[in-house]
Nanobody, 113 residues
Framework: QVQLVESGGGLVQAGGSLRLVCTAS????????MAWYRRPPGKQRELVAA???????SYADSVKGRFTISRDNAKNTAYLQMNSLKPEDTAVYYC???????WGQGTQVTVSS
């Protein structure tokens, strides 16, 4: 089984920063790309950022220049550094492998205006 645990969310004022952490365990050796997703209140889950085992990254247009995804392959850990947060970034954030259709609990990010 693949286990994904997200942490680092919280309440932050607009313009502030948060760093999310994702720890993966289990049968993950067959997966290459890790990603962060988010689900805003009342909306569908969307891809935020992705990173390959080689370090290639991609970002949603809405977060480019503000968010940075990284990973530590040895620790099976992914990170999402979120700067210049906006109220529209408010969502439950999830990490996962691509492709994979099982999800952890996510971590809540709330940005106040």
């Amino acid at each position: 089984q693949v286990q994904l645990v997200e942490s680092g969310g919280g309440l932050v004022q607009a313009g502030g920063s948060l760093r999310l952490v994702c720890t993966a365990s289990g049968s993950i050796f067959r997966f290459n790309t890790m990603a962060w997703y988010r689900r805003p209140p009342g909306k569908q889950r969307e891809l935020v950022a992705a990173i390959t085992s080689g370090g290639d990254t991609s970002y949603a247009d809405s977060v480019k220049g503000r968010f940075t995804i990284s990973r530590d392959n040895a620790k099976n850990t992914a990170y999402l550094q979120m700067n210049s947060l906006k109220p529209e970034d408010t969502a439950v954030y999830y990490c996962n492998f691509v492709p994979f259709n099982s999800w952890g609990q996510g971590t809540q990010v709330t940005v106040s205006s």
